[in-house]
């Protein structure tokens, strides 16, 4: 029988004494918590709450003596002090934040500087100031003018009256940034400002409120229903924190599984789909399975992870061999190696045996199909089950490849380049094909690009905005830190009919026939690109025919 849980008599906590004992390990952040996700209007917003003297709500904290959680060492960009201590052997009373990891890491990231010692704040601040900018919590100051909070998002001189927020906390610092104000003849008023401001920062009280109880799994379904409301969790986070335990850390897990995949050029991939691979293993509605459905699954058959890790990177190995895709950056869409993941584990008996040369001709068909008539997009709970089921009977006993209500017609090619989209990546790998048969000539592999560099490797021929610059026809496939066709183009400005008199197979590369070399030597820069799209739209055509499908021409 689990045993019993209470709320304690709820704290009142000024703010430095509460992140004193956040910095001293009085009460930690374990490692269940989703990372720090504000957005800076959200911690402008707590800021501007505190010096108005808005509540900005309790912080729900666990207490426990037989739980000692991992937890996070820094918060923001600031170190913990009782980091790298040696934990206590004996049982005494450990405090975990449930609800206020998000306000607790705003508020130490920018006045926690202020709590540590002199000697310490020099080198945390020579450390962090050259980093500060690269960790994506920018510090904030308050303009003391305009009596409001600011961000610094870049180097450079920062205004006179910007009174940095890690000063409030630290009288010496505050004192000096006053005496250096006053001694180059500042107004006065901006100095009783700052020491009004350092005042009701010292002041504000925070309602701390402690439930206490040994039951693991009632403190992370606490986790959960006060997690419900603020910013939203991500599926993986929540579903993290409800199946922790000292033995089972979903999150660690998820990136020891992007690591093995890593071996394959998939370390990028999503934890969210790595998830979802986890929820088809296990019979799960892929869409609709709650959290508790979730964790109830996982609990039974924690193995689960390292089965979806193998059938991970078997679909990964089929999409590099069979479709040129050789990472999540080119793939069209994150629920084919999902689906793809689990039809070849069943099929192969969890990967006990190979494929045949027929199913594997199936399946790479399949992917085209569902690329190229956009099946993935906006689908349903109900059509993505169905498409799996299909997936799987397919893969164990052949069949057409066209999952259920698969459309034939492949719209035209669109007017504008998204990277984003199936279709812009599914001709971005078509102007590879075009490279890979002259890979010696090039020097490079095309599919690694594209897998590397992603939106980066496809860019403007013309730097030019507008209708007639927006499509694929002004795209080049090229490595972004090479000097390639490209920068040749913007330079040289005609520069592509000297390749064509050099060597034509170079113009055949990047789809460039013969009237769209002739209109850019006429500086037609219109027409060149009309011949250009009607070269890739031949392409694509020729490859979707080979399909079965209808393809609209536009």
Known sequence: MPSSAYLA?????????????IREGEIRIPRFQRPFVWTTEQRLDLFRSIYEGIPIGSILIWRTKDHALRCYDHLGRLPLAWCGEKEEEEKRVRQYVLDGHQRLTTLFDALGAGLITADQATKAVAANQDEELLDGIPPVYFDLEERTFRIH???????????????????????????????????RTLVNRA??????????????????????????????????????????HMVSAL????????????????????????QDLEDK????????????????????????????????????????????????????????????????????????WRATDCLQRELSQETAALIRKWFWLTTYTEHFAGISAVRLARTLDHLRKLTAEGGVPEPPGASFRVAPIPRRFDFRSARSRAIALRMADLQ????KLAGQDPYELLSVYGRHAITKIFPYSGNYFEGPENRVLDHPQAFGLREELRILGLGLMVKMEEDAKFLALHAVSEAAAEALSMEDLEAFLVHRRKTLIDLEEQFVMDLDLQYDRG
């Not at 000024?14 to 004193?20: E, H, I, M, V």
């Not at 089972?248 to 394959?264: A, M, P, S």
């Not at 890979?436 to 890979?439: E, F, P, V």
Request: aromatic share 8%; hydrophobic share 40%; glycine share 4%.
């Open 153 to 187: 998002r870049r180097p450079g001189k920062l205004p006179d009256q910007w009174l940095p927020l890690s000063d409030l906390l630290d009288p010496y610092k505050l004192f000096e940034f006053q005496k250096r104000h006053l001694e180059a003849g500042a107004d």
């Open 273 to 344: 789909m790595i998830l979802n691979t986890c929820k088809a293993a296990l019979d799960l509605d892929i869409y609709y399975a709650d959290t508790e459905e979730i964790r109830k699954a996982i609990k039974e058959r924690p193995q689960v992870l390292e089965e979806a890790s193998k059938s991970l990177k078997a679909a990964a190995r089929f999409l590099r061999a069979e479709c040129k895709i050789y990472g999540p950056a080119i793939l069209p869409y994150s629920f084919q190696i999902v689906l793809l993941a689990d039809a070849i």
């Open 195 to 236: 020491e009004s401001l350092a005042s009701t920062f010292k002041d504000y009280t925070i309602p701390v409120v402690p439930i206490v109880t040994e039951d693991l799994e009632l403190a992370t379904q606490s986790f959960q229903r006060v997690n419900s409301d603020g910013t939203p969790m991500n599926e993986v």
């Open 9 to 21: 008599q709820p704290i009142i906590q000024r703010l430095p004494s509460l992140l004193r004992e």
């Open 243 to 266: 199946t922790w335990s000292p033995d089972f850390d979903l999150n660690e897990l998820i990136r020891e599984v992007q690591t093995e995949l890593g071996e394959v050029g998939w």
């Open 436 to 439: 890979a048969y002259g890979r």
